[in-house]
């Protein structure tokens, strides 16, 4: 589809902590668009004191978003590029944005992402967990029986889990994850990721819990928790075809149980026998 004006929707990730993360592109961006739309005008502001931009700043939060989208796209519209960003990191991801994206797509506005640092991906990117695959859960709900509730329905999912958490929920959720996933689950907290108190702990829930309990540091700042998925199919398919070998070998000569027990439980017949 031919676009429906010249201008373009950048969307433009900023720093998670570290300045020297801001591209030169994303600077060139920034200084040339007309008009910057941004989550808290003010923190942004002083990011772009930083490298002398002075293109002006709108606000665009949740509270705004919905009202202020179509007289953005009018801008766009009528030729003016502009930039979106977030506090941190990229825009959309955990943060506002989509509701404006959306409606210049709609529109037939070109948006076009000035990629950058994002709090997920950098996390995953240094946690040593499996990342083929994964399952971006942003940040579970405040209120506990919600929270309990998201992670029961998690427990079963094989790809990695990737949370977002602020300081003061990171150790209830950690017990909840303890509690919903088993202690012995792998998972890592990634903490302050490009900043001076940068740390990164892997081990099980468990041994994590503990050490976030531990130490009033390990609960500052900002966080990223992984977990690992649930064992893959074949595990489940074997747990599953034991089970019903135990059950059916109460009442039927155990190789016909062995038999029934893989037909329906799709592992195979030899794996039924051991532990
Ligand atoms: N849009 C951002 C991104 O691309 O990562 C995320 C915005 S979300 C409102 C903020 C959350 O991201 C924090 O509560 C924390 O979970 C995570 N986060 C942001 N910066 C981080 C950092 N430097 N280290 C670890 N986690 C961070």
Redesign the pocket.
């Given at each position: 589809m031919m676009p429906a004006s010249s201008a373009t929707l950048h969307v433009v990730?900023t720093p998670?902590?570290n300045l020297g993360d801001l591209s030169p592109r994303a600077q060139e961006v920034l200084r040339t668009v007309a008009a910057i739309c941004a989550e808290d005008t003010r923190h942004t502001g002083q990011l772009l004191s930083q490298f002398g931009i002075a293109t002006p700043l709108l606000a665009l939060h949740d509270h705004n978003e919905e009202a202020i989208a179509g007289r953005l796209v009018a801008r766009l519209l009528a030729g003016e590029s502009l930039a979106l960003v977030?506090?941190?990191?990229?825009?959309?991801?955990?943060?506002p944005g989509f509701r404006l994206v959306r409606a210049a797509r709609a529109a037939g506005v070109r948006v076009s992402p000035v990629p950058g640092?994002?709090?997920?991906?950098?996390?995953l990117s240094v946690a040593g967990l499996p990342s083929d695959r994964f399952v971006f859960e942003?940040?579970l709900p405040a209120k506990a029986a919600a929270r309990r509730e998201r992670l029961q329905r998690l427990a079963g999912e094989t790809g990695t889990l990737v949370?977002?958490?602020?300081s003061h929920r990171i150790a209830d959720s950690l017990a909840d994850m303890v509690q919903a996933f088993g202690a012995a689950r792998p998972a890592v907290v990634?903490?302050?990721?490009?900043?001076l108190f940068?740390t990164v702990l892997d081990g099980d829930l468990e041994a994590l819990l503990a050490a976030v309990q531990a130490d009033g540091n390990q609960r500052k700042?900002?966080?990223?928790v992984m977990v690992q998925g649930a064992g893959d199919d074949e595990d489940a398919k074997v747990a599953e075809g034991r089970r019903l070998y135990a059950r059916l070998n109460e009442h039927l000569p155990p190789s016909t149980a062995a038999k029934l027990a893989a037909d329906l439980s799709g592992a195979p017949r030899k794996a039924l026998y051991g532990g």
């Open positions: 990730a998670i902590g977030s506090d941190a990191g990229t825009p959309l991801v955990s943060d640092a994002c709090a997920a991906i950098a996390a942003g940040f949370f977002y958490e602020s990634a903490r302050e990721l490009t900043k940068e700042g900002e966080f990223v």
